[in-house]
């Protein structure tokens, strides 16, 4: 098994550019998320799917879209990157399973820098 | 919102014992993580607590006060490859709802 695996690994942009980051997992996992991290801000949620065809809004979504249209892929685009993107993305992926124990696991992280 | 608290840093001496704390409010809670992050790489599960008590692992351990809404990781005979990130999550409500992170706890192992 592969685990999680996202592409790029780094990646510079200008401001106003789009891309989509890309996720895959092949532990046949139903829940899959996005994250952010900052300096001094820990892990924050962007958008997360509990399967295909369902995702949600996390703590901080905006610039940012998902979907979910099989299960071992959840791409997250930016549409229009700005410097405030600049940032450590890491996809996590998880079983679904009510009121139990669900460890994530997570990518190596994409490293973006907005210019 | 349901904050999670953790130190920002700590520092300790090799071959010592380091107790990491986490604090987390209480209502719905349904399980707590613990992860470490080494620099410039991916959280790495640690151990998981859901019922109230001490998890042991080798040299780390886990610990889980629930009506205290308290955790605290222990390392144990530590080393300097220890130094990293520890980050405490917890999960809230059904296996729906996402993790909830603390910003973290930088560890410096020094000799």
């Known amino acids: 098994n592969a685990g999680v695996t996202q592409t790029p690994k780094f990646q510079v942009l200008k401001t106003g550019q789009s891309m989509t980051l890309q996720c895959a997992q092949d532990?046949?996992?139903?829940?899959m998320s996005w994250y952010r991290q900052d300096p001094g801000m820990g892990l924050r949620l962007i958008h997360y799917?509990?399967?295909?065809?369902?995702?949600d809004q996390g703590e901080v979504p905006n610039g940012y879209n998902v979907s979910r249209s099989t299960t071992e892929d959840f791409p997250l685009r930016l549409l229009s990157a700005a410097p405030s993107q600049t940032s450590v993305y890491f996809c996590?992926?998880?079983?679904?399973?009510?009121?139990?124990?669900?460890?994530?696991?997570f990518g190596p992280g994409t490293r973006l820098t907005v210019l | 919102g349901q904050n999670i608290d953790q130190p920002t840093e700590m520092t300790a001496t090799e071959g010592a014992i380091v107790q990491i704390n986490c604090t987390y409010q209480?209502?719905?809670?349904?399980?707590l993580f613990w992860y470490q992050q080494h620099a410039g790489e991916a959280p790495t599960f640690l151990s998981y607590?859901?019922?109230?008590g001490l998890e042991e692992k080798g040299r780390f351990s886990s610990f889980l006060s629930r009506s205290k809404g308290y955790s605290y990781l222990l390392l144990k005979e530590l080393q300097m490859k220890d130094s990293a990130s520890y980050l405490c999550?917890?999960?809230?409500?059904?296996?729906?709802?996402?993790?909830?992170f603390g910003k973290g706890t930088r560890l410096s192992v020094i000799a």
């Open positions: 996590a992926s998880s079983r679904r399973d009510r009121g139990s124990y669900n460890e994530q696991f």
């Open positions: 209480t209502s719905g809670f349904n399980g």
């Open positions: 799917s509990v399967g295909a065809g369902i995702t």
């Open positions: 999550a917890v999960s809230y409500g059904s296996g729906n709802t996402p993790l909830v």
């Open positions: 532990m046949n996992h139903e829940y």
């Open positions: 607590n859901v019922l109230d």
